[in-house]
């Protein structure tokens, strides 16, 4: 069995990617891929996990989570998607111990011990730490920014340090991974790459994002286009799609307010400059694959 696994990150997709996939899991599921509710197995993977710590599942562990998941039978399954962006941590311990994320790699080779013998892949969708960083905060109790931080300085924060943390960790298990500033742009080709599919079939919701930035009048116009050309390919199709939204983006979708003690234009640049370069780092980090527009 394939078992695929997305964590986030955190104020990312805030569970969209799992709601995009369920839409879509009656027919999915007749190519043997099971989207189950979180309901099924969100508390049960943690509390596992919690119990599991540094030693070894027992023999039945992943016969007994497979029951409590799946509503076929695991012999009928040839890909399971999970999604759980908790596993790495609740928000408030995001930067715990002065570290990004700091449990993710013991978490997910505890895992990959559960599901022993499955293909075991894991996607994450990353975000410039210009936006992530606020968004996070806000999420969280902390009573200052600074004590979110936990005395960790942004401009030294590098989605790269955790992707090698986890490949060190987990050499096998392949890790696909986006900007969420590039979601609108990729969405349909997240969902069928979490669900195995092929990138030219149709799917419930490929252009959910994108309608979410487009002026309807733009919109309108794009899906006018799509029934002109149905044979474009996805690379054609995104272009297309930037076009659009070069004439009719809805600017207060796209544009976020920051209002954090010191973080002027200046230094808000330099975050997403460095956030770019790191990017451009991960592409090339063996065993990753990143999605682009």
Known sequence: MQVILHIGVHCTDEDRLLKGLLRNSDDFRKDGVAIPGPGRYRA?????????????PSAEAREILLDAI???DPENVDRLVLCHETLL????????GGKLYRRTERRLAAMQKLFRGDEF??????????????????ATPAASFDEFLSG????????????????????????????NEDTPLIWGQVIREMAGIEMNRKIIGAFDLFSEIIEPEGMKRFR???KENPGINEIQKRRVMAAFLEKYARD????????????????????????EEDIFEIGRIPGVTVIAP
């Not at 049960?44 to 070894?56: I, Q, T």
């Not at 892949?121 to 730490?129: A, M, N, S």
């Not at 207060?252 to 956030?275: F, K, N, Q, S």
């Open 89 to 96: 941590s609740v928000p408030k311990q995001a930067l715990g």
């Open 152 to 179: 960790v300085d942004p401009l030294h924060l590098r989605w790269s340090d955790l992707i090698r943390r986890i490949r060190a960790d987990c050499p096998e298990m392949p890790l696909t991974v986006w900007c």
């Open 224 to 226: 006018a286009f799509l």
């Open 44 to 56: 049960l993977l943690l509390d596992m996990l919690h119990s599991l710590g540094e030693g070894e």
């Open 70 to 72: 799946l509503d076929d």
């Open 121 to 138: 892949e894991v996607f994450i969708g990353l975000r410039d730490f210009a936006t992530w960083l606020p968004a996070i905060y806000e």
């Open 252 to 275: 207060e979708a796209i544009e976020e307010e920051l209002d954090l003690p010191g973080w002027d234009d200046v230094y808000v640049e330099m975050l997403t400059e460095l956030y």
